[in-house]
Nanobody, 124 residues
Framework: QVQLVESGGGLVQPGGSLTLSCVAS????????IGWFRQAPGEEREGISC????????YYADSVKGRFTVSGDKAKNTVYLQMNGLKPEDTAVYYC?????????????????WGQGTQVTVSS
């Protein structure tokens, strides 16, 4: 049974850092790209990062490039999203998802399984 479970969200001040985790079960990370997405209230879901393969290829949206870093730990079957320099506009529910495709231009596509999401709030 495929499952993705996110954790690590919370309340952080502007300029702070958080690391989100996405623990995968029912499949191995090497076999599928994993994407990070976020959705703020009233806005569409945005794909912000994707990691695929080994050695990994990575993709970042312009909105997070240079501030966020995606990585994977095969032994733990876990993907991480290290978020630095957080801004109030980063406030959203963050999701990880398994994808069947990866592109250097668009990141992960054709997602087939999603996690339940974790709330990130950036506020002073």
């Amino acid at each position: 049974q495929v499952q993705l479970v996110e954790s690590g969200g919370g309340l952080v001040q502007p300029g702070g850092s958080l690391t989100l985790s996405c623990v995968a079960s029912g499949f191995t990370l090497d076999s599928y790209p994993i994407g990070w997405f976020r959705q703020a209230p009233g806005e569409e879901r945005e794909g912000i990062s994707c990691i695929s393969g080994s050695p990994p290829l990575t993709y970042y949206a312009d909105s997070v490039k240079g501030r966020f870093t995606v990585s994977g730990d095969k032994a733990k079957n876990t993907v991480y999203l290290q978020m630095n320099g957080l801004k109030p506009e980063d406030t959203a529910v963050y999701y990880c998802a398994r994808a069947t495709g990866y592109s250097d231009v668009r990141g992960c596509y054709n997602m087939d399984f999603w996690g339940q999401g974790t709330q990130v709030t950036v506020s002073s």
